[in-house]
């Protein structure tokens, strides 16, 4: 069932974005996922904004895939790079079958 890594991002410098961006598309395949939504435009529909300036959705087969590319070491090496420039508040959520 497929899983959802969703982010909430607060970025401070953002001299880091370039590189991270640039790899971590190959780290989420490699992994079976695939960013479905990353930084653009938001809207607040009902209740408080998030306390972030982006807002990131990643999707995964299934949440073994989603942890595995989390505690990738190269995942590791994007985190301690994004770290230098943002915070990252992040959760993972099982999805639920169509009906």
């Not at 590189?19 to 996922?33: D, F, K, N, T």
Request: hydrophobic share 45%; proline share 8%.
């Amino acid at each position: 069932m497929t899983a959802y890594a969703i982010g909430f991002l607060n970025v401070h410098d953002p001299s880091w974005r370039a590189e991270y961006g640039a790899r971590l598309p190959a780290v989420v395949a490699r992994h079976g996922g695939q960013i479905l939504a990353g930084g653009g435009p938001q809207e607040v529909l009902e209740g408080r904004p998030p306390a972030s300036n982006a807002v990131v959705v990643l999707a995964f087969p299934d949440m073994v895939r989603a942890r595995d590319w989390y505690r990738d070491p190269d995942n590791a090496e994007l985190v301690a790079l994004r770290q230098t420039g943002s915070t990252l508040d992040l959760l993972l959520i099982q999805g639920k079958e169509a009906p």
